[in-house]
Each structure stands twice: as C-alpha cells, then as structure tokens.
C-alpha cells in the first residue's frame, strides 16, 4: 500500500512540477508581456525570445527543461517500474500542456520533452537536442526543428533504453508534441511559417 501511494503522489507531484510555466513566470519577472497573448501565443522559449530577447528565452529554456529532468530523476531514485516511470514523464509533460496554475493554457512541450528524455537517459537527451540545433542552425524554424526531432525521438530512445512502456510514451509525447504544433504544419505546408531570429 506505501508502495502504490509513494508511485501516485510522484504522478502528481510530476503534474503540478509540469504545471509551473517557466515563460509565465519570467515574463512576469522580466517586465516582458505575457506570452499567452502577444507574438505566437504560446509560452515558450521561442515566443520569449521574440518578446523578450536572448537572456529571458534562456532562462525559460532552463526552466522548461529542468521541470521535465527532476521528476524523472526522482522517480528513477526511488527504482519505479518502466510503466510507473513512463507515467511521470507523460505526467509532468501533460502538466506543461495543460498547467492547472495556468488554466489548462500551456506550451507546446518541446523543452519540457528534452528535459524528460535527458532524465532518461543523458545520451537520448543530447542526441535529440543536437538534432534539434542542428535543424534550428540549417532551417532556422523552430517549429521544424521540433517536429524532425520529436519524431525521431522513440527511435533513438528503443535504440539506448529499449523498454516498450517508455517507448510507447514517447510516441504518445510525440504526437501530442506534433498535434500542439499543428497550426505551426500548416504554416510550414504555406511557406509562412516565421523564421528564428538572431
């Protein structure tokens, strides 16, 4: 019975940890408008650096990340089977999705997923968020970036930490991360999605 209580308060302690928006909050630090509703509408790095510049989006970029890597590394501290395991990481990413503080108005998860994969495994993690500059450095399209790496990501996460539980989690990020950006694909279909700025 302690056992099943320590595993369904780390799920919600993985949700309300997703919940806290690091761009929400930054901005309202910073002096810099909410980013729910200026530039993209979207509380991320990326519509943070266009509000806010470079230092305000780094330290979203931080936040978001760290609040998809703590969870994980605590669930895998207190030795959680994969599927328990699987259940926080799709927890504190549903909780950046859908934040409760924030209401059920979040971000499109691409930090907070890095996060959560680097938790799983440091290679994983630096793989994907090579893949993701990369893309970012060639393009300059955040929202392209996003999409090649999420997509790639169950592949790289079978190949490293072969466990069907975290792999079907991931795909299951993957195209709730994809299905977040789906304004961003029809942009993209149309020649008219925004470049990243320097």
Not at 146 to 163: D, G, H, K, V, Y
Request: aromatic share 8%.
């Amino acid at each position: 019975m302690e056992r099943e209580m320590t595993e369904l308060g780390l799920l919600l302690i993985s949700y309300i940890f997703g919940s806290i928006s690091s761009a929400i909050i930054i901005c309202k630090v910073m002096g810099i408008p909410d980013p729910r509703y200026n530039g993209s509408n979207n509380p991320g790095a990326t519509n943070v650096k266009r509000l806010g510049g470079n230092k305000a989006a780094i330290f979203v970029l931080i936040g978001d990340i760290s609040k998809g890597l703590f969870p994980v590394l605590i669930a895998i501290w207190f030795k959680v089977s994969d599927i328990i395991l699987a259940g926080v990481c799709l927890s504190v990413f549903i909780g950046h999705l859908y934040p409760i503080f924030f209401k059920f108005s979040g971000g499109k998860g691409v930090a907070t997923a890095i996060g959560v994969l680097f938790g799983l495994h440091v290679i994983i993690g630096l793989i994907i968020a090579a893949l993701w500059i990369i893309i970012a450095k060639v393009t300059k399209i955040s929202s392209l970036s996003a999409i090649i790496s999420m997509t790639f990501s169950p592949i790289a996460l079978w190949l490293i930490r072969p466990s069907i539980e975290l792999v079907i989690m991931q795909i299951i990020v993957s195209l709730m991360l994809i299905w977040r950006h789906k304004e961003n694909i029809s942009n993209l279909m149309m020649g008219k999605e925004s470049k990243i700025k320097k």
